[in-house]
């Protein structure tokens, strides 16, 4: 089984509508993240979390909201999708300390139309 | 802020030739600093990694020195192989800011047989 799984892997969903993506992981690790790559831009930080109680904002919030059910569980929702929120989107876990390292979810390819 | 700035792609290069992708970062503490990379259709994952200046990371033939003085970390490969045809992300974590990673805007890179 993968360390971290994202589900769904694909989907298209219309402007306006409620979306979740869920993110589970199997490292133990305390910490998770969610990202959102786009061409030319690379990786941008959309929430991070340190425990269930710990949820920060990460450089591009806006649009987004985020649950930490348990240690091993982190969702995305983007409450009213709109067209430039089509991205992938990944997960990912790491430990403690700025030395460790981060394992990622096969991604979630998202596309509002 | 601690940011991260790398060669922009795609780069092609023939099998066996010698790869160089630049890599150059700003960070106000002592970050530790990562190569992750991307195959098709696949989440990130570890490359390799440095977390103090003059430490050479390595693996899979790759390698990169952490080399304060001119704030870089260079990726290097001696004869790259088709099968190294991928995304390559340098990336730095800093324990003053959260320990969060952050990421440049990856680099594509060809390999033709």
């Known amino acids: 089984d993968a360390d971290v799984t994202q589900t769904p892997r694909n989907r298209i969903t219309k402007t306006g509508k409620r979306i979740m993506l869920e993110c589970s992981q199997t ?9 959102r790559q786009d061409p030319g831009l690379g990786l941008r ?43 992938l989107y990944f997960c990912a876990t790491r430990g403690q300390g700025a030395n460790t390292e981060a394992f990622f979810g096969q991604g979630t390819r998202l596309t509002v139309v | 802020g ?23 970062y700003t960070a106000t503490g002592y970050p530790s600093l990562f190569w992750y990379v991307q195959y098709p259709g ?7 990694k440095a977390t103090k200046a003059d430490d050479k990371g390595s693996n899979k033939g790759f390698e990169a020195t952490y080399r304060k003085e001119t704030t870089s970390f260079h990726l290097e490969k001696g004869s790259v192989q088709v099968s190294d045809s991928a995304v390559y992300f ?5 324990r003053s800011k959260d320990d969060k990673i952050i990421f440049g805007k990856g680099t594509r890179l060809h390999i033709l047989p």
């Open chain 1, 27 to 35: 490292k133990g690790h305390d910490r998770m993240y969610w990202y």
């Open chain 2, 42 to 48: 696949e989440g990130l994952q570890l490359l390799l």
């Open chain 1, 45 to 87: 930080l959309i929430y991070y979390s340190f425990d269930v109680k710990d949820i920060n904002k990460g450089e591009i919030s806006d649009g987004y909201s985020v649950s930490r059910q348990a240690q091993a569980k982190f969702s995305l929702s983007l409450e009213s999708a709109i067209p430039n929120q089509t991205a």
């Open chain 2, 90 to 94: 340098c990336a730095l974590s800093d």
């Open chain 2, 2 to 24: 601690n940011s991260v700035t790398q060669m922009e792609g795609p780069v092609t290069l023939s099998e066996e030739a010698f790869l160089t992708i630049n890599c150059t």
